[in-house]
């Protein structure tokens, strides 16, 4: 990383889960937003609901070399609230998460701490920084919700008017926006007049080495990796196993993730489920598959696949949130037919296969890689 960099500056992070479980991609990003943080001796304190989704538990609640002190609020979802939010949703409203027992505890934190940076993740706890009078506040928005909630809705018009408009506004509470996809941040900073949009995809270190692998390195000819609390990776994945492995039914296809608990009917596959180090998965495996359906902002396992070298076989909702969408290492199908083909040639033709592998891990150099990322944040938190 060259000479290192010493910011000496207070932030306080709000992330509504346990991340160090490391099992999807938005805990891996923010693992690796703390590991910058650290870096840069950056004192951290995290802010975190235990039991939201998931809890903290004693053998991962403390980890120095990420952060100071970890404050938890104590999920209680009343019933109050969740009417609340039902209305909102019924509606087509933002949903609102965060409690006012939840803001009291959060601003007491706040305001203690005489923090340089107040980091929140997710729109739906926008509403924390009301009453915050100090710090520099920033959004980490991970995707636009009002376009997700209308990609799962299933309807074919935009309906989702005034849940854009509630976006916008809780973005506007706060002095900067990271956004992950370098298509949501064109497209939000058009509206959001207040904050300075940045573009902040997930750093990750470089896996590869551009040496020329032979084919008896691999175990299986493809790999999905994904969480099954995402719809669209579920979705994905079944049509994979019932439209296109049919067509394919040789095809060594290794799963890991949770959401291998949706597919127990499913033949053919390695189902390896969680898998705490997915580095060796990655090394036996030749190509990768992302066959979302729909989805919004940057999917990190295509980013986490390019650090790996390798190629990936998408549709082109996987290559959302990339602007480039050529060059990159991603084959993009559109169907069955076209993703079958696309996995024929990158299995069978070797030079196909190297010219697509080093793209990948062009690709990902120049827009992925700590050295690239890294520089980005540092010209935020310098100044």
């Not at 990902?364 to 540092?378: A, E, G, P, T, Y």
């Amino acid at each position: 990383m060259g000479t290192k960099i010493s910011m000496k500056k207070k932030i306080l992070v709000f992330y509504p889960h346990n991340f160090l479980e490391l099992s999807s991609g938005t805990h891996k990003r923010i693992t690796e937003l703390m590991v910058y943080f650290a870096e840069r001796e950056m004192t951290v304190d995290i802010f975190s609901i235990n039991g939201f989704t998931n809890t903290w538990r004693t053998e991962n609640s403390i980890r120095s070399e990420l952060f100071r002190e970890k404050f938890l609020f104590n999920w209680r979802y009343p019933l109050k609230g969740r009417k609340l939010n039902d209305l909102r949703r019924m509606f087509r409203r933002l949903e609102d998460f965060a409690l006012p027992a939840m803001k009291r505890q959060f601003e007491e934190v706040a305001e203690n701490g005489c923090y340089d940076y107040i980091f929140i993740s997710y729109v739906y706890w926008a509403n924390l920084v009301d009453n915050v009078k100090s710090g520099i506040k920033i959004m980490d928005c991970h995707d636009l919700v009002s376009l997700n909630a209308h990609l799962l809705s299933g309807q074919g018009e935009f309906k989702y008017g005034r849940m854009f408009q509630d976006e916008v506004c809780a973005l506007d509470k706060f002095d900067y926006v990271f956004c992950i996809s370098e298509e949501e941040s064109v497209i939000m900073s058009s509206f959001a007049s207040r904050p300075r949009f940045v573009n902040v995809p997930t750093a990750m270190p470089r896996k590869f080495s551009r040496d020329i692998v032979s084919d008896n390195t691999f175990d299986y000819d493809l790999v999905f990796v994904g969480s099954g609390d995402n719809r669209f990776n579920r979705d994905g994945l079944i049509w994979f196993v019932e439209r296109v492995m049919p067509l394919r039914p040789a095809l060594k296809v290794a799963v890991a993730g949770n959401v291998c608990d949706h597919l127990s009917g499913a033949r053919n596959l390695k189902l390896l489920n969680y898998v705490k180090d997915l580095e060796d998965v990655y090394k036996r495996s030749k190509a990768v598959i992302c066959p979302l359906r729909g989805g919004t902002g940057l999917k990190i396992k295509v980013a986490e696949a390019l650090s790996y070298g390798k190629p990936v076989i998408t549709t082109k909702w996987g290559l959302s949130g990339i602007l480039q969408k050529e060059n990159n290492g991603c084959i993009v199908a559109s169907d069955e037919k076209s993703f079958v083909e696309a996995i024929d040639r990158i299995i069978n033709d070797r030079d196909y296969y190297e010219l697509v592998r080093r793209q990948a891990m062009d690709f990902f150099q120049r827009k992925f890689s700590r050295d690239i990322c890294w520089k980005n944040l540092d010209e935020l938190f310098s100044t």
